[in-house]
């Protein structure tokens, strides 16, 4: 089979990016083509089909007022996206299409290109960007669902995307128009959402729940060894921003001050929590920045536990599969997905959501207790062996690619049996 993998990264940015390089090992070693497709960056991962990307696109808030007008057209419709996927099908003439982050730089021209050209296409649910403008259904420090029934111009009243009226009407048009043409509804065949959580969404947002198949993400577990020890410190990994809950954390770290604390990461809100972290005094903080490779690996093995204090409604963080593997157990906020991963007491431990004495709580329980945090870690690993390994895994996404493509194939829509509903 020869399988085009579209995303709008072809570096290791995120959670997003990860599960795009892990599918396509996943198929290339079970002896499928994949072609890749994506911007061209310095940052990018070695391939043979780099020649063939979009140069990258940069959305700086610095552009002169007509280079912004030509990007947000751009953001709406990439005529340049939509003739190199259609010369990207001529040559490959792939059997099927799945995309991934696909939003704003290369835009929703790629669904209409793949439709145009009759590729049967899927789509990864990364995040919430099909009906969320924002991406996070997240406002004022809680999940969001205003813009519900395509009312996606409430993005633009509470300035959801980087705080601007501007760049929140640009995203609000992109979803008015996409789905005012039904753009996501013709050209999808079926979605496949890494958590039950985000197809109960979807489905309580209108799409028909026989369009998505839920099956969690993978990673390469045998390639990560659960390391028996630990240095006794909490991490947490991940981007710095609002909804990740980082300022539970450190209410949570000023109840705990004998916990020393690791965040890794960057983002918008990166310097403002290294200044509160030291008006406040957690000398037990301490920041490292971006983590990638051999150091996010050493990071994960070294740590008790994995810290995940999320305020909106986080769909799989693979950062949860990757503590898993190296034998860790997770404290989570009860949001989204989460608990589908993190089981309270066998895997982990998870608190109420805001909630910063709860999480000091937890971190207690397993600062006191190296014991217990090396049973769930084991814990954590088994479960994860069982429920989301490699080869089982591969076996769903070809499937998921086999429904689409007879599907397409017989001018219908898919039938699938629906997932069993969270316990």
Not at 155 to 162: F, I, P, Q, S, W
Not at 167 to 187: M, N, P, R
Not at 192 to 221: C, Q
Not at 283 to 292: A, H, K, N, V
Request: one cysteine or more.
């Amino acid at each position: 089979m020869k399988i085009l993998q579209i995303n709008k990264y072809h570096y290791m940015k995120g959670g997003a990016e990860r599960y795009y390089f892990e599918v396509s090992r996943l198929l290339e070693r079970a002896g499928h083509e994949v072609v890749p497709f994506a911007m061209r960056s310095p940052r990018d991962i070695p391939t043979p089909h780099r020649e063939s990307f979009l140069p990258e696109v940069d959305y700086r808030s610095d552009m002169p007022w007509p280079a912004r007008a030509r990007a947000a057209a751009r953001v709406i419709w990439n005529r340049e996206a939509f003739r190199a996927i259609g010369d990207l099908v001529d040559r490959h003439h792939p059997d099927v299409a799945h995309l991934h982050n696909i939003a704003h730089q290369l835009s929703g021209s790629v669904v209409a290109a793949l439709a145009w050209r009759g590729v049967p296409t899927v789509q990864t649910l990364h995040d919430y960007k099909l009906v969320c403008p924002a991406y996070r259904r997240f406002r004022d420090g809680r999940p969001c669902d205003s813009c519900h029934r395509h009312r996606y111009w409430e993005a633009v009243r509470h300035r959801c995307v980087l705080g601007r009226r501007s760049a929140s009407l640009v995203a609000a048009t992109e979803s008015s128009f996409y789905a005012a043409i039904g753009l996501y509804e013709k050209g999808i065949a079926l979605y496949h959402a890494p958590s039950l959580f985000m197809k109960e969404t979807m489905v309580r947002w209108g799409i028909e729940a026989s369009r998505i198949v839920h099956f969690p993400y993978t990673i390469d577990i045998a390639a990560r060894t659960p390391a028996g020890e630990d240095d006794g410190t909490f991490l947490f990994l991940g981007r710095l921003s609002g909804e990740k809950g980082l300022g539970v954390l450190l209410d949570a770290a000023a109840r705990v001050p004998q916990a020393r604390i690791r965040i890794a990461g960057e983002g918008p809100e990166g310097e403002g929590l290294e200044r509160e972290a030291a008006a406040r005094g957690l000398s037990s903080i301490r920041f490292e920045g971006y983590l990638e490779g051999d150091g996010l690996a050493r990071a994960l093995a070294s740590c008790r536990a994995l810290l995940l204090p999320s305020e909106y409604d986080d769909n799989s963080p693979l950062v949860i599969y990757e503590a898993f593997a190296f034998g860790k157990p997770v404290i989570a906020a009860r949001r989204g997905g989460m608990p589908e991963l993190v089981r309270d007491g066998e895997t982990g431990i998870l608190f109420p959501a805001g909630d910063g004495a709860a999480l000091a709580d937890a971190i207690l329980a397993l600062e006191g207790d190296g014991a217990r945090a090396r049973a769930l870690g084991r814990s954590a690993r088994a479960f994860l062996e069982e429920c989301c390994g490699p080869e089982a895994h591969l076996e769903k996404v070809l499937d998921l690619y086999a429904r689409a493509i007879a599907s397409k194939a017989a001018g219908r829509e898919p039938e699938l049996e629906n997932a069993p509903r969270r316990g």
